[in-house]
């Protein structure tokens, strides 16, 4: 295992992550929600938030609240190696990721590290996917197609969805 071997699965692991944000995102702007560009974690709590109405059931809405729970702890675990330095050390023969979040400390003297291997990376890739696919399942309603705008001589936009794979 070499230390690219580690880049390689932390940016497989925010790949996974970045699926999840894709679907949270996908379902407030199918509900007509705001789409809060600080991140996942304020969108996130939109959502969980939100009140039933024609696009948004009390069943997605309790659906949503289920995989938020879940999702909770993959944020915090993301945010670490997000914000952290990813540093390899050895633990009896093992080479583990070792990360230091400089916003996860309590004071200027402590630091709060995660260690991961890089078949806990898998694992955490996994479970993110897992809640993607949980999330574009929700069966939410589309929301009607636009009409082109009618205008003669100017180029027609029309906006396309382009799905994540």
Same mark, same amino acid.
Request: charge should be positive; glycine fraction near 4%; proline fraction near 4%.
């Given at each position: 295992?070499?230390?690219?071997?580690?880049?390689? #699965?932390?940016?497989?692991?925010?790949?996974? &992550?970045?699926?999840?944000?894709?679907? $949270? *995102?996908? /379902?407030?702007?199918? =509900?007509?929600?705001?789409?809060?560009?600080?991140?996942?974690?304020?969108?996130?709590?939109?959502?969980?938030?939100?009140?039933?109405?024609?696009?948004?059931?009390?069943?997605?809405?309790?659906?949503?609240?289920?995989?938020?729970?879940?999702?909770? #702890?993959?944020?915090?675990?993301?945010?670490? &190696?997000?914000?952290?330095?990813?540093? $390899? *050390?050895? /633990?009896?023969?093992? =080479?583990?990721?070792?990360?230091?979040?400089?916003?996860?400390?309590?004071?200027?003297?402590?630091?709060?590290?995660?260690?991961?291997?890089?078949?806990?990376?898998?694992?955490?890739?996994?479970?993110?996917?897992?809640?993607?696919?949980?999330?574009?399942?929700?069966?939410?309603?589309?929301?009607?197609?636009?009409?082109?705008?009618?205008?003669?001589?100017?180029?027609?936009?029309?906006?396309?969805?382009?799905?994540?794979?």
């Amino acid at each position: 295992m070499t230390e690219d071997d580690f880049h390689v #699965s932390r940016s497989r692991y925010l790949n996974s &992550i970045s699926k999840v944000e894709q679907q $949270i *995102v996908r /379902i407030m702007r199918l =509900a007509d929600l705001k789409v809060e560009k600080l991140g996942i974690g304020l969108n996130l709590r939109s959502l969980k938030n939100a009140k039933p109405s024609c696009r948004l059931s009390k069943e997605h809405i309790a659906k949503l609240g289920a995989i938020a729970e879940e999702l909770a #702890s993959i944020l915090e675990e993301r945010a670490d &190696i997000v914000h952290g330095q990813l540093r $390899i *050390v050895k /633990i009896d023969g093992e =080479a583990m990721a070792l990360f230091s979040n400089p916003q996860s400390a309590k004071t200027d003297q402590s630091q709060l590290v995660r260690m991961i291997s890089l078949d806990g990376f898998s694992q955490a890739a996994a479970r993110a996917n897992k809640l993607a696919d949980q999330l574009k399942k929700l069966g939410l309603p589309t929301k009607p197609k636009a009409k082109a705008p009618q205008q003669s001589g100017a180029p027609t936009v029309i906006p396309i969805r382009v799905e994540a794979q």
